[in-house]
C-alpha cells in the first residue's frame, strides 16, 4: 500500500490489477490486453450501439458528466479506483 500526503511527480505510471486474489500482489489480468474485445477502441465498431447524439446531450446537459463517468462531486466525496477506471 502506497499513502502519500502531498504530490506525485512521475513520468510514468502503470497500474496492473489482480482482480482474482489482490492478496497476490499486482500482476497482469484479463483488462490489460489490447484485442478489440477489451480495449475501448471497441466503440468504433461497426457492431457497437452507441447513445443517439441528441440522448447523449440531453443527459449531459442534466447530470453535468458523462454516462458512465463519475461526476466530479462523487470523485470528491469516493475518489476513483483507477484501475477500474
Do not use: Y
Amino acid at each position: 500500500m502506497l499513502c502519500v500526503d502531498g504530490k506525485i511527480v512521475s513520468s510514468e505510471i502503470v497500474i496492473l490489477c489482480n482482480k482474482s486474489n489482490p492478496t497476490e500482489g499486482l500482476s497482469l489480468d484479463e483488462h490489460w490486453t489490447t484485442n478489440d474485445n477489451q480495449w475501448p477502441d471497441f466503440v468504433f465498431s461497426d457492431t457497437f450501439s452507441s447513445i443517439a447524439l441528441n440522448l447523449l446531450e440531453s443527459r449531459i446537459k442534466e447530470e453535468k458528466h458523462l454516462p458512465g463517468i463519475p461526476s466530479a462531486k462523487e470523485v470528491a466525496n469516493n475518489g476513483i479506483n483507477l484501475g477500474e477506471f
